[in-house]
């Protein structure tokens, strides 16, 4: 008989996302609601600068709250930013770390909307811890992030696709 290594360790790491998954999800709904009271619309000039990239109308759903301390899952590292999803509502709510280039994060978040709103609140949240335990726990492979990174750094250095040309969904 041969092990079947390759099917055993997918099932063990879709086991271990399983457990993972409800608590990054209960995390998001709670962070939502305790920024909520907290969050201000969007001003002109930063939804005039994400909706160059991103549908207007998921731009006009998002409300931000800048904070001068951030607490941040240990995986982030020095991340500075947030976005929590309201699945019922649809909204999204980014809390940002003050401080240097708030484009830049601010577009990061975007994306992270824009996935949520694509792929819904779970499945976000499966693509994120999936791809986090198959890479080994390496923050930089988790595929939701690398297409943030990988995107900002595009539209930054002068491209101007729209974010679903460029992500392909
Ligand atoms: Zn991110």
Redesign the pocket.
Known sequence: MTWAYEELRAGTQAALAALIVPEMMAWIETGYATHRPFARDLNNGEKELLKRYFPPRYVEKVKVHYVSAFVRPEL?GD?R???YYDAVTGGVIFVLQNGEDCDRLLL??M??AYQYKQLGLSGFCWQYILTWVKSGFVYRE?S??DQ??TYVDSILGGNTERVGEYLGY
């Open positions: 982030w991340g930013g947030v976005t990061h978040e994306v992270h988790i939701l992030e943030a990174y």
